[in-house]
């Protein structure tokens, strides 16, 4: 019988992380489309989203909610690295450094800061600092994530 295929996509378990260990997710533009389906969704009808001829903002051209480059690079990172191996995000903090229009192209660095594992069930509390770049290499959004990722089957 032939040996089962890997498995494509598959995050990292707990026990293929250690502290210091570094990770960059691929890019993803961020259209208007994105913008007006977010903010249509989540109620974030705030005037400098959905007017595009406000002039009394801080923030030239379409800006996205902060909470959108977030989930975008969430989106990212759920796809590369967590994917079928985590099981809880714990905790967030997160720092908005520059503001992220329609158009800009973002990407992030992760440096895993902490594996910590539990005393049961082959898990681990993994830290991470993610800094949010954009096409120009200038950071955009810190956040460190707190998650609950388990271990190799076995």
Known sequence: MPPTPTLLGQGYYWQDLEKGQR?????RTVTETDIV???STTGMLETIFI???YEHGAIRGRPAPGALTYGLIEGLLMQGMVQGTGLALLEVHK???????AGDTIWAEVEVTEVRPTSR???AVVSSAITVHNQHGDAVMQYTAVRMLAGRPG
């Open 23 to 27: 990770f960059r997710t691929f890019r």
């Open 95 to 101: 720092k908005m450094l520059a503001p992220v229009v």
């Open 37 to 39: 389906n977010f903010i």
């Open 121 to 123: 069930h082959n898990r």
């Open 51 to 53: 007017d595009a001829t």
